[in-house]
């Protein structure tokens, strides 16, 4: 079972978008899920990310105010808004579970992850 990342697109700067990333709960119910992204020639980074219980979200300082994380446990979904989209958003935006079951805390580091979804391109154009 995978991670399933959708929701990108070519849009206009200042335009918002919502990615989803579908995370089906027998497998991923339990583990903090998170979104990064990579922009060519640049390395994947932290963007946002979510707890297990989905009542907490975390945003990467060069996002915040612009983008959100939440999660609907329900319907095994957890999505990214994006709004005020700028071209230097322009990136393959992926999602990842959390490799330790119940984490926590606050530090997302990439190589904490292990499960990922296969990406989804956002273009800003300005």
């Known amino acids: 079972v995978q991670l399933q990342a959708s929701g990108g697109g070519l849009v206009q700067a200042g335009d918002s978008l919502r990615l989803s990333c579908l995370a089906p709960?027998?497998?991923?119910?339990?583990?903090?899920i998170a979104w990064f992204r990579q922009a060519p020639g640049k390395e994947r980074e932290f963007v946002a990310a979510?707890?297990?219980?989905?009542?907490?979200?975390y945003i990467a300082d060069s996002v915040k105010g612009r983008f959100t994380a939440s999660r609907n446990k329900g319907q095994s979904l957890v999505y990214l808004q994006m709004n005020s989209l700028r071209p230097e958003d322009t990136a393959v935006y992926y999602c990842a579970a959390h490799s330790r079951r119940y984490y926590s805390g606050s530090n997302f580091n990439r190589s904490d992850f292990n499960s990922w979804g296969q990406g989804t391109l956002v273009t800003v154009s300005s």
């Open positions: 979510v707890d297990w219980r989905g009542t907490s979200s």
């Open positions: 709960g027998r497998t991923f119910s339990n583990y903090a």
